[in-house]
Nanobody, 127 residues
C-alpha cells in the first residue's frame, strides 16, 4: 500500500524558514517526478514546485521562486521543500504528490496528472 506522509509544518514568523519532508512507502518513486502543492482556506489547491526523476530539473511557481527549494533523496524515498523568507501569504496546507511521469514541464500544475497524494501538513506564517 502506497503512503505519502508529510511532516515539518508548523507556525513561524514572517521571514522565517521551515523544511517540509514527504516520506513515501510501499514502492519506490525514483523514476517519477514529485511535487508540492498547497491549499489555503477558501482557495483551490495550487502548484508550488516539481522535481524530475534524479533531481535533474525543477520548476517553481513564480510566487516562491528564489525562496523555496525542492529536493529529493531517492535512497530515503523522500522529497523535501526548503522554505525560506516565508510570508503570511504562504500560509496553507502543503501536500506532496507523485506525478504520472518522470519529467518536469509546463503542465506540472495539473492536479489530474498526479497518482498519489499525502494527507498534508499545515504551515502558518504570522505577520
Amino acid at each position: 500500500q502506497v503512503q505519502l506522509v508529510e511532516s515539518g509544518g508548523g507556525l513561524v514568523q514572517a521571514g522565517g524558514s521551515l523544511r517540509l519532508s514527504c516520506a513515501a512507502s510501499g514502492r519506490s518513486f525514483s523514476s517519477r517526478a514529485m511535487s508540492w502543492f498547497r491549499q489555503a482556506p477558501g482557495k483551490e489547491r495550487e502548484f508550488v514546485a516539481v522535481i524530475s526523476w534524479g533531481g535533474i530539473s525543477r520548476l517553481y511557481t513564480d510566487s516562491v521562486k528564489g525562496r523555496f527549494t525542492i529536493s529529493r533523496d531517492d535512497a530515503k524515498n523522500t522529497v523535501y521543500l526548503q522554505m525560506n523568507g516565508l510570508k503570511p501569504e504562504d500560509t496553507a496546507v502543503y501536500y506532496c504528490a507523485v506525478r504520472n511521469t518522470a519529467y518536469t514541464d509546463g503542465n506540472a500544475y495539473r492536479i489530474r496528472d498526479y497518482d498519489y497524494w499525502g494527507q498534508g501538513t499545515q504551515v502558518t506564517v504570522s505577520s
